[in-house]
T-cell receptor, first 117, second 114 residues
Framework: EAGVAQSPRYKIIEKRQSVAFWCNPI?????LYWYQQILGQGPKLLIQ????????DSQLPKDRFSAERLKGVDSTLKIQPAKLEDSAVYLC???????????????FGPGTRLTVT | KNQVEQSPQSLIILEGKNCTLQ??????????LRWYKQDTGRGPVSLTI?????NTKSNGRYTATLDADTKQSSLHITASQLSDSASYIC?????????????FGTGTRLTVIP
């Protein structure tokens, strides 16, 4: 079974530039998550999709971050304009979704390491 | 407030030795607790999952314990190998209105040296 795919794996940009990350979840997984993981910290949930609808985006800095999952499959996360403090690993995860019980396991992709200079 | 705290923050051990990592949580209502292993430059991979009624769960050389009364969990690694060098993250899930909300610890960075 193919895992969660993310691209690019690494990205270096200057502050105030724009950047976009792509995620393809495991086939059949209804729920998709984007996390931000700053060095030395645990992942922080940015946004959660259920199919193509947003379930939780309470911690997404909406003035500069946006995400979409138009067809309910793959997703993009965009930062515009980037700030130095956005340097982090951006992880995408997917799970089967509601109805699978309390053990709805999330499977993580390899992440995109973003460096803002 | 829902929180997950891990200790120690980092740990260095000799190859072949055992070690124990700690996780304390205040998440409610508790659904399950997972331990993830995150290699450098990779996403987290699930090692074990325990629900309220489970006290211990093993996965090879990894053994996790859960005390739901004291809200503590531990991950014990036996006969460590160089490949065990990674961050170990404790994640507690709260199940509400049909959705799982995950609360992540900051992780313990384990380094195994020859």
């Amino acid at each position: 079974e193919a895992g969660v795919a993310q691209s690019p794996r690494y990205k270096i940009i200057e502050k105030r530039q724009s950047v976009a990350f792509w995620c393809n979840p495991i086939s059949g997984h209804a729920t998709l998550y984007w996390y931000q993981q700053i060095l030395g910290q645990g992942p922080k949930l940015l946004i959660q999709f259920q199919n193509n609808g947003v379930v939780d985006d309470s911690q997404l800095p909406k003035d500069r971050f946006s995400a979409e999952r138009l067809k309910g499959v793959d997703s993009t996360l965009k930062i515009q304009p980037a700030k130095l403090e956005d340097s982090a690993v951006y992880l995408c995860a997917s799970s089967m979704g509601p109805g699978t019980g309390r053990a709805d396991e999330q499977y993580f992709g390899p992440g995109t390491r973003l460096t803002v200079t | 407030k829902n929180q997950v705290e891990q200790s120690p923050q980092s740990l260095i051990i000799l190859e072949g030795k055992n070690c124990t990592l700690q996780c304390n949580y205040t998440v409610s209502p508790f659904s399950n607790l997972r331990w993830y292993k995150q290699d450098t430059g990779r996403g987290p991979v699930s090692l074990t999952i325990m629900t309220f009624s489970e006290n211990t769960k093993s996965n090879g050389r990894y053994t996790a314990t859960l005390d739901a009364d004291t809200k503590q969990s531990s991950l014990h690694i036996t006969a460590s190998q160089l490949s065990d060098s990674a961050s170990y993250i404790c994640v507690v899930s709260a199940y509400q209105t049909g959705a799982n909300n995950l609360f992540f610890g900051t992780g313990t960075r384990l380094t195994v040296i020859p």
